[in-house]
């Protein structure tokens, strides 16, 4: 898959921002989500066939799916850091991802053979450990064990779809002594994503391709 259409939510800045300049420049067409349209930021100052739209992940999805459309890749990034409220992290991070791409599934809005990524964290890995991770951890773990009970229902839908650890990134939630870029977190999470097959679908994967650890 050389083009396409891509939606990633998630993509006012940071890691998702750099996926949005990545595709663009590759001649994809691109709708990103932000929560604050009103003040998109960069993303309104990006040249060629960009699509911006507001939303944010706790609403619903009815307004969202029409006005995207088909798609050939869809990317969940949208997510927050550890500070925030146990609920809302749950909701954000374990809850939406998993609502908003059934959504689009639900709506045939993915063509067969479409690539789902959704942005996990090495931190939501049990590795066998009944005990919490951390409210942050227990988010992505929640997320990674919703996402590997629907799979199976995925896969018959045609889809490929992994969770992926993006990396210690030098983001707002990252912070500075992260030591990889947001440049080269989004090209190890496009050469991943552009050799996905079947043999992936239900995986957890590492931005630079490597299987991870449940």
Request: glycine share 14%; aromatic share 6%; no cysteine.
């Amino acid at each position: 898959m050389t083009t396409g259409r891509i939606l990633i939510v998630g993509a006012s800045r940071g890691i998702g921002l750099g996926l949005v300049r990545s595709y663009l420049d590759d001649g994809w067409t691109v709708h990103a989500t932000t929560r604050t349209p009103e003040a998109p930021g960069e993303l309104g100052s990006l040249a060629g066939p960009i699509f911006v739209h507001g939303f944010d992940v706790l609403d619903d999805t009815d307004g969202l799916v029409p006005a995207v459309g088909g798609l050939d890749v869809l990317i969940h990034n949208a997510g927050v850091g550890r500070g925030t409220p146990r609920d809302l992290m749950m909701a954000v991070n374990a809850e939406a991802p998993i609502r908003v791409v059934q959504a689009f599934l639900d709506a045939g809005s993915l063509t067969t053979g479409g690539r789902v990524v959704i942005v996990t964290s090495q931190m939501g890995a049990r590795r066998g450990s009944t005990e919490s991770l951390g409210d942050y951890g227990d988010s992505k773990a929640a997320l990674n064990d919703e996402f590997r009970a629907r799979a199976d229902t995925w896969a018959e839908r045609g889809l490929v779809a992994v969770v992926v650890h993006p990396g210690w990134v030098r983001t707002d939630m990252g912070g500075e002594a992260a030591p990889l870029s947001i440049e080269e977190s989004a090209e190890g999470m496009r050469t991943l994503i552009a050799r996905l097959g079947p043999e992936n679908h239900g995986g957890f994967w590492t931005w630079d391709g490597r299987e991870h650890p449940w």
